[in-house]
């Protein structure tokens, strides 16, 4: 039961927080007809989503995120030709009617532009300009992009903007991508001979961005034609037009889904060989690599044979975060399209795919480092690879003597430190912690559990740098329920890292545990022996990174001082000051009582 809900929330290939940036930089602007008849109501509905205050807006943005995340599943479920009569169903007026309505269109829209629904998003963008609302200029080019038929109408469509293609790189982009999705080959090529043509004319280069989006879109609507992917370099390089990193992505996603692995990595091999400020990796560089590394754990697969230039997982995590510091001036709270938040949650669900906890460890210090907040996704992607592994592992038969992963889990008790001698013990007499109905019937009382070891232990007062740090009022931690989708998460709540880094700091004495138990440990210290494999994995994955001073908001709060710590001048004076001002209030408001009875 659990591992269905489980694999039914991680199923969903969306994520609120990440929309595709547009390619729009031009200066002309559509004119779509019916928008020029909207009525004074929905103007005021419109002019207003502008003016909600922010904690409405956040309200309004979960129903949004919300209503993604449902139709999304339902793509899923029944395929993208069964789902108009759904969503159509979903944004009526009846369920979905606020000031946000507008914005929703907007975010809708583009969530089916991402995945290729042109027709569902041809359907939402009628209806959105049926009820007069104001689509965004990006929306609307794409939209008119894919509904342009006819060649004379797109060079009408120039003609009359009077667009330089020269200087609209992005624009061109977009309108051949989108007549490549909708099989008008000869409309995208008159749309680049054009663009090529007034480049020459200008005297400038032409950008890389129509020629990354052709490279992407082949992919998409011919995977197997290598051929065009050869003629397009080929006039790239005859245009004299410089890869950018755009290009190199779309090479490597070509290249991973072919299963070229070697190829890829010497893609990414050139990248870092030749990078400078014009030339980082990008997220979605890493993504890419971080995915395909996933496969090639302990365990051999036939489908993925790890080729001999691939780049380790922690490797892959410190280039990208020495690229990050690069283009940021080593600001790590900058942002840059190098590091995000589903970047680094990928990063997590390759290193917890590959059972290297320490590295995940390592990979939860970023999202402090560089300024992000973890949410719900961040606890599903590490309670599920536990859940995971503790249900395979509990569904085979272990031998007399041995001892499995899953059963130090299962016999270890919350806010205890990790003591293997215990756990062996209590292996051996039968006394687990948590009490299943059968041999990998892993059920929510399992997540209850994992979340429980999160908690600090009662004899130590060690933590991770997470943990002793200060955290916000209204940090906190997911519940089983939450975490199943039963409760929705408060718009508001801000989920804490320290119940993560301590539950994986526990899983990674359990690692040692497996390695050592039986009585295979003689001359081992294991109290010792995590501290030089997170030091060790701390070099690897953050060599060189020194947060710099000042770069981190500093929190003020209180601290108890040790029996017998120097105070300084300001608390006792503050204090004595605060007496002062109470005693004469007290003897003041006395002294009025006194005349007033007399």
């Known amino acids: 039961m659990l591992q269905s809900s489980f694999r039914r929330v991680l199923k969903l290939r969306f994520t609120p927080q990440r929309l595709t940036s547009f390619f729009c930089s031009t200066s002309c602007s559509l004119n779509p007809g019916p928008q020029s008849q909207t009525s004074s109501h929905n103007k005021i509905r419109d002019y207003n989503s502008s003016n909600i205050q922010e904690p409405a807006r956040r309200v309004f943005r979960s129903r949004v995120n919300g209503l993604l995340r449902s139709i999304d599943s339902r793509i899923l479920a029944k395929g993208p030709d069964e789902v108009e ?188 060989a030749n990078r400078s400020a014009s030339l980082l990796p990008s997220d979605l560089t890493f993504k890419k690599l971080f995915h395909v590394s996933r496969f090639w754990g302990h365990k051999r697969s036939r489908k993925h044979k790890r080729p001999d230039n691939a780049v380790s997982p922690r490797q892959l995590f410190r280039d990208m975060v020495q690229c990050h510091l690069l283009r940021t001036g080593n600001a790590p709270l900058a942002r840059s399209n190098i590091i995000s938040v589903s970047c680094l949650h990928l990063a997590l669900r390759t290193f917890m795919a590959l059972e290297d906890y320490p590295a995940t460890l390592m990979t939860l210090r970023a999202f402090d480092h560089f300024g992000f907040q973890p949410n719900l996704q961040t606890y ?118 320290a119940p993560l880094v301590r ?20 001359g081992w210290d294991w109290k010792v022996a995590v501290g030089p494999i997170l030091s060790s994995t701390k070099e690897e994955m953050w060599r060189g990174f020194e947060l710099p001073p000042g770069s981190r908001p500093v929190t003020k709060r209180k601290r108890r001082g040790h029996i017998g710590a120097e105070r300084g001048s300001l608390p006792s004076s503050a204090s004595r000051i605060r007496r002062i001002v109470k005693k004469q209030t007290l003897q003041s408001m006395q002294g009025h009582r006194t005349s007033i009875s007399g």
């Not at 369920?95 to 532009?113: A, E």
């Not at 592994?389 to 003597?401: A, D, N, S």
């Not at 539950?503 to 440990?521: I, P």
Request: charged share 20%.
């Open 85 to 272: 009569t759904y969503i159509h169903d979903k944004i009526s007026v009846a369920k979905f009617d606020n000031v946000y309505r507008s914005t929703m269109f907007n975010r809708l829209i583009r969530f089916l532009l991402e995945r290729d629904l042109f027709k569902l998003a041809i359907s939402v963008y009628e209806r959105m300009l049926h009820e007069q609302f104001f689509p965004s200029r990006s929306i609307s080019l794409k939209i008119a992009a894919m509904t342009e038929i006819a060649d004379d109408m797109a060079d009408a469509f120039v003609t009359t903007r009077n667009v330089d293609l020269s200087a609209s790189g992005n624009m061109v982009s977009v309108m051949v991508t989108a007549c490549m999705r909708a099989g008008q080959m000869s409309t995208a090529e008159r749309w680049l001979k054009k663009y090529e043509s007034d480049c020459t004319e200008q005297s400038v280069a032409p950008d890389a961005a129509p020629y990354a989006g052709i490279l992407e879109t082949l992919q998409e609507i011919q995977p197997e034609n290598s051929a065009a992917v050869q003629a397009t370099l080929y006039r790239m390089r005859s245009e004299g037009v410089t890869p950018d990193i755009s290009v190199f992505n779309a090479l490597i996603h070509s290249s991973l889904a072919r299963r070229e692995y070697t190829e890829a990595f010497g893609l990414y091999h050139a990248i870092m």
């Open 380 to 497: 599903l992607i590490v309670i599920t690879s536990l859940v995971l592994r503790i249900k395979q592992e509990l569904g085979h038969v272990c031998r007399t003597g041995q001892y499995r992963f899953a059963d130090f889990v299962m016999h270890m008790r919350p806010r205890e430190p990790p003591d293997v001698d215990l756990l062996e013990w209590r292996i051996q007499h039968g006394e687990p912690v948590v009490e299943l109905s059968g041999p990998a019937c892993v059920g929510p009382e399992t997540v209850s559990h994992l979340l429980t070891l999160g908690e600090p232990t009662a004899s130590s007062r060690f933590e991770t740098a997470h943990a002793s740090r200060k955290r916000l009022p209204t940090s906190a931690v997911p519940t089983v329920d939450m975490l199943m989708g039963a409760t929705p998460l408060s718009p508001f709540q801000e989920l804490s890292l």
């Open 503 to 522: 539950l994986l700091r526990k899983m990674t004495f359990v690692n040692l545990f497996k390695k050592a138990a039986a009585g295979k440990r003689e």
